[in-house]
């Protein structure tokens, strides 16, 4: 807040009102603000929707299983991290994944599976793979609006933390 109030010093605009909000505005939209006499305001930033394919996924198919609610989400930014590991080849998601998707893909997922005793699928390591999703995320942005995560890419609850 202390740029905005230096900014609002130095266009000898005391008198104009200041708002939390302004700590996200630019320089540029600071000055304009305060030349302007409070008139000028910047437009409002996009909504960001952080995205995490689900297992044996990536970017084009995830936006291919989107595209109907992508295209409802008009003027919206929409940020996709993939899976960092190549799926194994031993994967029955994999398998199941290329019968629709077909071979031409590169299939990612976030963290390797293991079976319980159940026959459930198990992720050792969650905190610091969502640790790794979580920094690859903030490389796309410091925040998010909202999340969409299919499957795997609800492997912890630390995701949160992103959303502002």
């Not at 003027?75 to 290329?98: D, F």
Request: hydrophobic residues 35%; proline residues 4%; aromatic residues 8%.
């Amino acid at each position: 807040m202390e740029r905005v109030l230096q900014k609002q010093a130095e266009a000898l605009a005391d008198d104009i009102p200041i708002e939390d909000c302004m700590a996200e505005w630019s320089d540029e939209a600071l000055d304009d603000y305060f030349h302007s006499g409070g008139s000028v305001r910047p437009a409002p930033r996009k909504p960001r929707i952080l995205c995490l394919h689900g297992t044996a996924s990536n970017e084009s198919i995830l936006r291919m299983q989107c595209a109907r609610i992508f295209s409802k989400l008009h003027g919206m930014e929409i940020h996709i991290v993939e899976g960092p590991l190549q799926c194994s080849e031993s994967s029955e998601q994999l398998q199941l994944m290329k019968s629709f998707f077909g071979e031409n893909h590169k299939y990612c997922e976030y963290a390797p599976a293991q079976t319980d005793a159940d026959g459930r699928r198990t992720y050792p390591d969650v905190e610091g793979r969502c640790a790794e999703i979580e920094a690859r995320a903030r490389s796309l942005s410091d925040y998010f609006d909202g999340l969409l995560g299919f499957s795997q890419a609800c492997l912890g609850d630390s995701h949160h933390e992103l959303i502002s």
